[in-house]
């Protein structure tokens, strides 16, 4: 009998055929909209995120995912791939109530 194992990858965790990541903004990215580079299984990819961007907001690239594991005769490998969703997660600066700033 063999056992295989797949440990949870640091960036991406895959669900179905869709790759998830949580990416991190600044609050002025959030605020303003900004391009930023994030990681895909097929490298560097440059996005523009909209203005007012929240914890939690969610952004779809198409066929960015897994491929189809056992697809038909004939397929376009584009069509019958996952997507890659980006969770992101505003950063908020530190506050400091007696006004030292760091």
Do not use: C, W
């Given at each position: 009998?063999?056992?295989?194992?797949?440990?949870?990858?640091?960036?991406?965790?895959?669900?179905?055929?869709?790759?998830?990541?949580?990416?991190?903004?600044?609050?002025?990215?959030?605020?303003?909209?900004?391009?930023?580079?994030?990681?895909?299984?097929?490298?560097?990819?440059?996005?523009?995120?909209k203005p007012g961007l929240s914890t939690g907001d969610t952004m779809t690239?198409?066929?960015?995912?897994?491929?189809?594991?056992?697809?038909?005769?004939?397929?376009?490998?584009?069509?019958?791939?996952?997507?890659?969703?980006?969770?992101?997660?505003?950063?908020?600066?530190?506050?400091?109530?007696?006004?030292?700033?760091?």
């Amino acid at each position: 009998m063999l056992t295989i194992k797949i440990n949870d990858h640091a960036f991406f965790k895959r669900v179905d055929k869709n790759i998830e990541t949580e990416v991190s903004v600044t609050l002025s990215e959030a605020l303003l909209g900004a391009r930023i580079t994030i990681m895909t299984i097929e490298g560097p990819l440059t996005i523009v995120t909209k203005p007012g961007l929240s914890t939690g907001d969610t952004m779809t690239i198409e066929h960015y995912g897994v491929e189809e594991f056992n697809p038909p005769d004939g397929y376009d490998p584009q069509t019958l791939r996952g997507h890659h969703i980006i969770k992101f997660k505003v950063l908020l600066p530190d506050f400091d109530p007696n006004g030292n700033s760091e």
